[in-house]
Every structure is written in C-alpha cells, then in structure tokens.
C-alpha cells in the first residue's frame, strides 16, 4: 500500500527527500552498511544546506511510513501486504499480539503464530521488524556520515547553517540510538554498523547485546549537550527530554540486556524528565490517543511518531491501530474511519486488571462488550473477546481528522510520554534503586490514578496507599495505563512472567489437545529470533538459543 512522505505538527517537509532518499535497502542485511542509493548526486544534495532538513525529515518518517508513494522503503515479498512493514505496525505486532493485551482475528500463518507465541526465524512479520529497524539504521548511518565537521567544512558550510546541521546530525543520532534499542530489546546480539564503517559490500559483523548497550547509552549522553532543551524542540522532534526518557527505559531493562541492574541510573534521567517543569499530564487520559493530540496532549507527549490523514498516508501507525481494532457492532463513524477491518482484541486478561471493565470508574478501562465475550474460543473470531476503543481519528471536540475519505488517521503515537516516566520512577524505587523514594514513587503513581478516575473520592476513588506499591501492582498499573502502546511484551520480560509462571488464553497453543487457557512456553523465548533470510545472506551471524 502506498504511503506519502511528508510529516506535518514538526517543521519537517519533504519536498526534495522522496528524491534525496529512494529505496535501495533490501530485507537482506549484507547491505545494513550500504548507502540508500539516490537519483540526485549525494554531494550536489549535501552541497546545499537546505537540503539537510528534507533528509533529516526522511529519518523521522521511517518510524511511520512506509516508504515514498508508490516505491516502499523495504521489499515486504510478493503479494504481502506493504503496510505490515512499516516500522510502528510491525514493531505493535511483536510488542502486542504476542502477550495478555491483544489478539488478531486475521487468518494469517505468521499473526497466527505471533498469537500464539509458536513463531519461528521463518515468520515474516518478525523479518518485517528486524528489517525496517536496520534499514532507519542505514538511514540514518547516511546523514550521520555526511554531516560531520570534516564534510560541512569541506563544504563550506559553516556558522549558523554549521550549528543546525550540528543539531540535525544529533537528532539523526538519537533516532538510531533509539532503533537499535528496539534491536537490542527484540532480538538481543545483532549486525552492527555505524557511520564509521564506510558503504562496501563487506558482511556486518554481530555485537553482543552487552556491547550495544553501551553503545546505545554512550551515543544518548553524547549527543545530550548538543540537542535542544528538554520540551523545546518543535513537535515531532527529539530533544533532551527524549533522550532522557530513552536512557531511562534503557536503564531500567538492563538487567535483562547485561545482566546488571542499572536502578539508579534510571532514576537518575527519571529525575532530569520530572525536574521539567513544562512536562504534566494531560488532562484527560482519552486525550493521548486522539486526532487532535499534538495539542491536547502535548505536554504529556516527550517523543510522538507523528501521523497526518492528509500528507502523510500509511496502513500502519495509528491507521492500522484503529481500523483494525473496529468490528462486530462497533461503528466506524465513531472512531473517524469509513470502515472497521475486525482485527484486534484483547485478551480477558487486561479488562479483569480494571475494577469493572467499561464501568467508568477507571476511565482507562476502553473497552467494547456489547456483542462481544470476554473470553476466546476461536482466536479467529473477532467478537471474541472485548473490543478496545483507546485509539480513535476523532480529535476531544468530535470532529473527524483530516483525510475526507476517513480512511488514514491524524492521531500521533505517543511513543515516550510523562506518564510512563511517573511509572518508571515507582518501579526503579521499588527494585532498589537510589535517588528517588517511595512516598514520591506513591504521588507519581497517585497521579496517574486521579486522572484516571477524576479524583471523586468515596467508593470510587482510585487512589491506592504506601501499603498497595509494590513490583506486582506496577506491572499491572502499567497494563491499566500502558496497553496498546507497544511495551507490554517488554514489561513480561522485565518482570519474568512473559515465557513461565504467568499466563493468558492461547499462550503456547499447538493446536487439537492442547489447552486454550494458555502455558509456559520456552524461556528462549524472551528473544525473538534472527530471521533465516538474514543467517543465509550474512553467515558469520549466530542465531539466538532455541532457534
């Protein structure tokens, strides 16, 4: 399906990057450290300084889009569907569809096995990922490479055009750090190449999930001096607060990258987030997934992947999230959209985390139960199992979004926000980590919860006491404030519940004898696998244990 590349709400167009940035990277990552090959001369392209934000704005759309009209960044394979592999909808299906949160209706091999976690290196949504993650990581290898002090003055290009190509080339900086986090947190030792390694047909050599680590951490600290103050960025852009928030997740999943915990540390960029005072809730939980966001919402959002119904057309990111979350006896119209494709559900897990689901007591609990059961016999089957309405093309007045024919969303996706940072702070507490205390871990924790249940006191006030904070309420608050927004396999693994001693209807299922409610699968699991394609391009890799 065709995407249109250009980004609104962040002073980023696109006018010459379909032509600056076409194509060139395949699924095969032999060719991770090869340039995008470019219609235009790449120094005529670099020569100019105006051109540096129309690249730069090709980097930020390969979170969404799937590539230019009519030519997709990546080969998704004959026949296959090109919005599965764009970046945010293949990276939901492996956060998503593989825990307690979601299932897919859809009859396909590969969403059938991500339901049911009996995936192998084969699985062409687990290539789509892999290969949309190294291809923003070429991407941005590129510009990073032809931005350096060395490049700009031999160009010429100095002062004010100099300082912003600076910031640019730091921003590029940090969307590759952040892809390789997805890499290091979904598949754990891969290829590894920076703008260091020049373009040439040589095999990219495999790094250890130890070694990424810090590389991840060392390129987040460097480039914090050089972006802009936290919050002050414009829309859509990354600044200090994303990288800090970023540092911040990466700290408090070290363990499970290296083996040691980095507690601390964690709390050390939650602390540098909070300490911003232009950072607070929106005032209404409903308000983050909505058309109008990027206002209503803004002072929530720390990094969004932004979306456009009008100039910014894909079938994945939000799209795909709404559309695909509507059927049965749901309306389109009133999620914005001109029809529903009855794919995703949840799972009876997530509604019985709520006191009662759809009772308005926790307004976070978004669910649709009329024509539907809570629990699933036929995964199949889309009315199995309760609808969920958290995303929708409706801005907070009711008004639909932008693209008149109701088919592509303006709903951004708000991939690092406040409110996660609240919940990062009470874990990293929680697990022993200095800098912070428990009663701050419990007002962060208690605002999140006014919000979510307006603070009415009595019976129905949400608010929970020193008493209730402990690991195993924050993994189900952040079930309750978090799903649907691609952590929660992440979270399984953080807490050792996503492979045995937790689980949820058609886990592990082999099918005829085996039981619906659901069993431990394999431990080695907690990693996806390299795909096959890639192992028989590039043999020096190694695939991950159990594959």
């Known amino acids: 399906m065709n995407s249109h590349l250009t980004l609104r709400r962040g002073g980023l167009t696109l006018a010459l990057a379909a032509a600056l940035l076409t194509g060139g990277l395949t699924a095969c990552n032999k060719d991770l450290d090869r340039s995008p090959f470019y219609d235009l001369n790449t120094e005529s392209v670099y020569r100019d300084p105006a051109n540096y934000i129309q690249v730069l704005a090709k980097c930020y759309a390969g979170f969404n889009l799937s590539g230019n009209s009519g030519a997709p960044d990546v080969f998704a394979g004959q026949g296959k569907d090109e919005g599965e592999t764009s970046y945010m909808r293949a990276y939901w299906y492996l956060q998503e569809l593989v825990t ?9 091999g590969p969403l059938q096995e991500l339901n049911t976690g009996t995936w192998t290196s084969s699985n062409d949504l687990i290539n789509n990922s892999y290969t ?26 100095l002062g004010t055009d100099a300082d912003k190509a600076r910031l640019y080339r730091a921003e590029a900086r940090f969307l590759r750090a952040l892809a390789y986090y997805h890499a290091i947190d979904l598949y754990g030792n891969v290829p590894f190449v920076t703008e260091a390694n020049a373009p040439s047909k040589d095999l990219p050599a495999q790094t250890t999930r130890a070694a990424l680590f810090a590389y991840i951490e060392s390129e987040l600290k460097a480039i914090e001096p050089v972006l802009l103050a936290a919050h002050t960025a414009p829309y859509g852009r990354a600044d200090q607060g994303a990288a800090w928030t970023l540092l911040a997740k990466l700290y408090l999943n070290a363990e499970v990258y290296t083996g040691t915990d980095h507690y601390t540390d964690c709390l050390t960029y939650c602390n540098k987030i909070l300490g911003t005072s232009s950072y607070t809730l929106a005032p209404e939980y409903r308000f983050l997934f909505l058309a109008d966001n990027n206002r209503t919402a803004a002072s929530e959002i720390i990094f969004p992947i932004t979306s456009d119904g009008v100039v910014s057309q894909v079938y994945g990111g939000t799209t795909y ?26 799972r009876r897990n997530l509604p019985l985390l709520f006191p009662t689901p759809a009772s308005g007591f926790d307004t976070r609990a978004m669910f649709f ?30 008004a639909n979004g932008n693209d008149p024919q109701l088919i592509f969303a303006d709903t ?24 912070g205390s428990q009663a701050q871990a419990l007002t962060y924790v208690n605002h999140l919860r006014d919000r979510a249940y307006g603070n009415t006191g009595g019976a129905t006030d949400g608010r929970i006491s020193a008493s209730d904070l402990t690991t195993s309420f924050i993994l189900d608050e952040r079930a309750r404030e978090m799903y649907w927004e691609g952590t929660r396999r992440t979270d399984l693994v953080r807490f050792g519940k996503f492979t045995t001693g937790y689980n949820w209807p058609f886990k592990g299922y082999t099918g005829a004898g085996d039981t619906k409610a659901g069993h431990d699968i394999q431990t080695t699991r907690n990693l996806y696998p390299l795909p096959s394609t890639d192992l028989v391009a590039n043999p020096t890799l190694k695939q991950n244990p159990g594959y």
């Open 100 to 108: 307690d949160e979601a299932v897919v209706a859809w009859n396909s």
């Open 132 to 157: 949309r993650i190294f291809y923003e990581v070429a991407l941005c290898n590129e510009f990073i490479r032809e931005t350096s002090d060395d490049k700009l003055s031999t160009r010429g290009i």
């Open 321 to 346: 999230l709404i559309h695909a979350a509507v059927g049965g006896n749901m309306l389109a119209s009133g999620f914005g959209v001109n029809s529903g494709w009855a794919g995703n559900r949840t």
């Open 369 to 398: 139960t009329n024509g539907q059961s809570l629990e699933i016999n036929d995964l199949t089957i889309f009315t199995e199992g309760y609808g969920v309405t958290k995303w929708r093309n409706k801005t907070s007045t009711g």
């Open 412 to 435: 951004d996706f708000p991939l690092l926000r406040l409110g996660d940072v609240y919940l990062m702070y009470a874990e990293a507490v929680l697990r022993g980590g200095t800098g």
